[in-house]
């Protein structure tokens, strides 16, 4: 897991040293929203970000709906039969709350959650009146001239699975709009 603490890396082999596997829950489609500002009009200079990660609660209660889920998977009869068992270790950052209480695994989303690396929706395409839209439908950024976005930003709703192929087609709209924006 790239970019992953070695403390968090350790916490995640088995306890007993032996064999072990990793549940990952995904939540899709959240409620929590990040800023993406520039710093000046200085083309190289670095933008502001802030993710906005975790952000709406409801988003932290669906992670904690889903350990419950995984939870339950894990008393199911094939998983009892391969000797399933949850590592019950406590958490850093955590230790002092109860274990296995909502407000336990609050803090746990807290500190473990992570994004799945696939950013989109900080350039949102959106109406000429959508104060939160900084594309139009031709994918150009509104106010500066000779410029459009052609990833995965301009969704301002992120499909339900990777984002690659909607990047794809988004960037083979972009090619046709350039081209007709440029008579060819």
Same mark, same amino acid.
């Given at each position: 897991m790239p970019g992953c603490k070695i403390e968090i890396l350790k916490m995640l082999q088995p306890p007993t040293g032996g064999r072990g596997f990793l549940l990952?829950?995904?939540? *899709?489609q959240l409620? @929590?929203?990040?800023?993406? !500002?520039?710093?000046? =009009?200085?083309y190289q200079a670095s933008p502001m970000i802030d993710p906005g990660f975790l952000?709406?609660?409801?988003?932290?209660?669906?992670?904690v709906s889903s350990i419950r889920l995984t939870q339950a998977m894990i008393k199911t009869?094939?998983?009892?039969?391969?000797?399933?068992?949850?590592?019950?270790?406590?958490?850093?950052?955590?230790?002092? *709350?109860?274990?296995? @209480?909502?407000?336990?695994? !609050?803090?746990?989303? =807290?500190?473990?959650?992570?994004t799945a690396h696939h950013g989109s929706g900080t350039c949102k395409m959106g109406s000429a009146d959508d104060n939160t839209a900084v594309v139009d439908s031709r994918l150009r950024v509104k106010g500066i001239k000779s410029l459009r976005v052609a990833d995965a930003s301009i969704m301002p709703l992120v499909v339900s699975a990777n984002t690659n192929a909607g990047t794809i087609m988004i960037a083979e709209k972009a090619a046709d709009l350039i081209k007709e924006d440029n008579n060819h």
């Open positions: 990952m829950p995904t939540a *899709l409620k @929590s929203r990040g800023r993406l !500002r520039l710093r000046s =009009r200085d952000t709406e609660e409801s988003d932290v209660d669906r992670l009869e094939p998983m009892r039969k391969i000797g399933a068992q949850l590592d019950d270790r406590k958490r850093p950052g955590c230790e002092d *709350l109860l274990y296995d @209480s909502d407000d336990y695994w !609050r803090c746990y989303v =807290r500190h473990f959650a992570a």
